[in-house]
Every structure is written in structure tokens, then in C-alpha cells.
């Protein structure tokens, strides 16, 4: 089995670790050679640990141009969000950790829940293709999403146009409230986003094999510890099982 796992996850040899910088909770720097530092990178060189081979970081700026090499050959597995709409071209692990995803609120629009968002002429901007604007993709039916090019564009547009609401991870955004003087955080999240290992689909041994390892590695403290060693942990989550 562990063979057959090797030629599917390291086929040239080693791995080939695709890493989303754009999520500042999991890539918080670089290593002095310029690689990614943080939870992403370490739970990459984790799993290449585990199968003795040697890795290869690949950074990406946005999770959507991970995603679309998944057919490039370029990458054997990626760290990014699982989420439906990538799920149907990419095998993902059970997540190794979670975070909320909520809005900014802009005041005097009488919106106080999550179904108040979703209404006719409320405009939410949001990071294009981020994991949390896809869920919105999905499931907003009325009110109209703005797309920004990355997450700290997403807040430019909510400020410079004045929109009514800012999708975001809860924890930019608590940074971001400190730079608005009419916001306020909507406390329900509307979805969890889960970061997880992915994969080329068509092989059930390394399906297996990544969702052993990162339950193995949550069950021995391993995650957390990378929680805490990168200050992340609180804004990060442990998946509850």
C-alpha cells in the first residue's frame, strides 16, 4: 500500500507541496531560502516526513490559481479549503483545522442576521474564489457580491464604495473593523471554512492515507502545537470530530 501511496503523492520522487499564500492565518512568513513559513507549509513537510521523501514548496497567490493546475501536473498535493465546488476535480483530507467565516456590517441598513444580508440591493464584496466566495456563490440568492482580486481589495471596495457588507475570515476582520468608524461584526458565521490536504482524485489508498495522517496528527497535538508555535491558535480551530 505504502508503495502505491508513494507513486501517487511523490511521483517524481518527492513532493510537490502546492501552498495558498493569500490565507495569512496558515502562511504567516518565509524561510530564510524564501520558502512559506507557517501551519500550511509545516503540515506539507509533515506529510513528507511520514513517507521519507523530500518536498518541494510551490506558492500560489490565490487559492483559485492552485485549484486550476490540479490538471498542469505541476503539484501533487494542495493546501487549501475544501469546498464543493472544488471537491468535484480535487480528493480533499478531513480538514486539520477550521475557520469562521462572517461579515462586516456597514450601520443604518437594518441588518442584524445572516438572512438580513441576503436581501435586493444589498452589495457584499468579497475576495474572488476564496473558499467563503464560493459558499456565496452557492447559497446567496438576492443580494449582489462585488468581487475584489484578493482580501485586502475586498475591504478597499467596502470602504471606497460605501457597501453595505464585507464578507470575510472573522479574524481579518476584527482587524479591519479598527479601520471603519460605522461597522460591527455580525456574530453567527455563515459557514466554517476547512483547511484541508488535496489530492488528485482515482487513488482510495492515498485518500486513505491523508485522512490517517491528519487525524493521527490532531489526535497527538501535533496541529496545535503548530497552532501556537505560529500564533494562530484562536483565530485557528481544531475540527471538532
Known sequence: MIKNVIKHLAPKGYIRAAINLSNFLLVTGKESNGDPQGVSP???????????V?????????PGELA???NDDVWDIGNIANEPARARSITFSKP?????STFLIRNGHNIKTLQDVDKKGIKIAVAERSAY??????????ADLI??????????IFQEDKHEVLAGLRPKLVDDIKKTTDCFILNEPFTFINQS???????????NFINSFVKKHIDNGFVKNLLTKYNVLG???????
Open 235 to 241: 483565530k485557528l480551530s481544531l475540527p471538532k470530530n
Open 96 to 100: 486539520y483545522t477550521t475557520i469562521e
Open 54 to 62: 523530500d518536498i518541494k514548496l510551490i506558492s500560489f497567490n490565490r
Open 147 to 156: 468581487r475584489a482580486k484578493s482580501i485586502d481589495e475586498s475591504f478597499f
Open 197 to 207: 490536504i488535496g489530492i488528485k482524485p482515482g487513488n482510495l489508498d492515498a485518500e
Open 42 to 52: 509545516d503540515m506539507a513537510r509533515a506529510l513528507a516526513k511520514e513517507l521519507n
Open 68 to 70: 486550476d493546475t490540479i
Open 133 to 142: 466566495d464560493l459558499w456565496l456563490t452557492e447559497n446567496i440568492k438576492n
